[in-house]
């Protein structure tokens, strides 16, 4: 008799697990909420389907945090070169930009989607949406089934992968959770990941839509030193952009700790202190009428220099003519602004969610959970989250592979 394997959710994770289900020749279904599969991943990126990313194993898992080392067996199990593999033979044509970022060359993400679920449905795997997962039947502490939409299906193996709660609108919500929860495990408070910033500066709000090329952001709390770089884009609330959204993570789940959070914008990391010392110099021996804004503005947005003098100095159309303290405070806001978090960002503004089931209590090598035996987890539900850029979605396709593997291996 074959294995039978259900599993719960049909993003990037469920859908390598269920291709690898059938794969391996196991009565494969594949249970959904929603009325469609693949919703939340027909979404990403726009559209675009970021799915993977260029980095070195090593570096990649370094990405994650601290936990980052918890995907190696995944990672080796079902690395990119195969995720790589999978989608060309399914016709895909790869796009690697110049920033390491994975996409199909078509900008579809619909393809990425169609080479898991048309080979899932031509195996023989069944996929029913509009089916609501509401239990995972446990039998002398192992999983035997679940009960979905009010009916029992019965398994000699379950997989949970059902996402987070970031993203209400594209499907996420807290119920995979709370099936592992009702399982017994512990869960990690969920909190927004690559989301914006929400600021309580309101100088900051009158820049919306401003943009700059290269900002560093970073913030300490107890042991925790983090730093960002890249692309930020003030908004009508705060900030957001690579550099703010790969910070996200941490920054939330600081605050959410702490009550509060203090980050600091650096707004020109390609240029030291030193240097700006010596162009403040330069500028007040050759152009000491000249307004400071108007000099600062080779280097940054006008608007926004004017609100930094302004901010520095308590005068916007202030003369080149600077003293020695006024020069320290324009250094100190370019180098090291303060920005103050005001509050949790709302999961429906966040792509990805931090926190979630306790990664002590699931086996690596396995994906299976350490409390309850034939119950295996995959994906964002996992208290495991990396920055944007598709190393997310890696690491939903390698874990939903492995937690499907055959236990001989």
């Not at 199990?77 to 930009?97: M, T």
């Not at 110049?98 to 199909?104: L, N, R």
């Not at 330069?282 to 220099?305: C, D, I, M, W, Y």
């Not at 944007?388 to 979605?393: F, P, W």
Request: a positive charge.
């Amino acid at each position: 008799m074959p294995e039978k394997i259900i599993i719960c959710g049909s993003g990037p994770a469920g859908l390598s697990a269920a291709l690898h289900s059938v794969e391996r020749g196991c009565d494969t279904l594949l249970l959904e909420k929603l009325p469609r599969p693949a919703v939340k991943l027909l979404a990403t990126g726009g559209g675009r389907c970021n799915f993977s990313h260029d980095l070195p194993e090593e570096k990649f898992m370094a990405s994650f945090g601290r936990n980052g080392r918890f995907m190696a067996d995944a990672l080796d199990y079902a690395p990119q070169a195969w995720l790589l593999k999978h989608l060309k033979l399914r016709g895909v044509k790869i796009l690697l930009q110049s920033d390491g970022c994975y996409f199909p060359a078509s900008g579809r993400s619909s393809e990425i989607a169609d080479a898991f679920l048309r080979p899932i449905l031509d195996h023989g795997g069944k996929i029913f949406c509009r089916k609501q997962v509401e239990r995972v039947v446990i039998e002398n502490k192992c999983a035997v089934g679940v009960i979905a939409s009010g009916e029992f299906f019965a398994a000699d193996r379950v997989i949970l992968a059902g996402g987070g709660t970031a993203a209400p609108a594209l499907g996420g919500t807290s119920a995979a959770l709370t099936l592992s929860r009702d399982a017994g495990h512990h869960i990690i408070a969920p909190s927004p990941a690559m989301a914006p910033l929400l600021l309580a500066e309101t100088w900051v709000r009158t820049l919306s839509g401003i943009s700059l090329d290269d900002a560093a952001l970073t913030f300490g709390a107890g042991r925790r030193q983090c730093l960002t770089r890249g692309i930020l884009l003030f908004t009508a609330d705060g900030i957001s952009g690579p550099a703010a959204i790969d910070l996200s993570r941490d920054a939330y789940r600081a605050f959410a700790e702490a009550g509060n959070l203090t980050l600091h914008l650096d707004f020109t990391p390609e240029l030291d202190r030193d240097f700006w010392y010596g162009f403040w110099e330069t500028e007040r021996r050759s152009s000491p009428k000249k307004h400071v804004h108007n000099s600062l503005g080779k280097f940054l947005p006008q608007a926004l220099a004017r609100i930094l003098v302004q901010n520095s100095v308590g005068e916007e159309k202030l003369n080149m003519d600077l003293s020695n303290a006024a020069i320290i405070s324009l250094t100190n806001s370019l180098k090291k602004q303060p920005l103050t978090l005001r509050e949790l960002c709302p999961m429906s503004r966040a792509m990805a969610m931090s926190g979630g089931v306790d990664l002590r209590e699931v086996d690596p090598k396995t994906m299976e959970s350490k409390l309850v035996r034939d119950l295996f987890f995959a994906g964002e539900m996992l208290d495991l989250t990396g920055p944007c850029g598709g190393y997310n979605l890696q690491f939903a396709f390698s874990s939903g592979k492995l937690a499907a593997a055959a236990r001989t291996r």
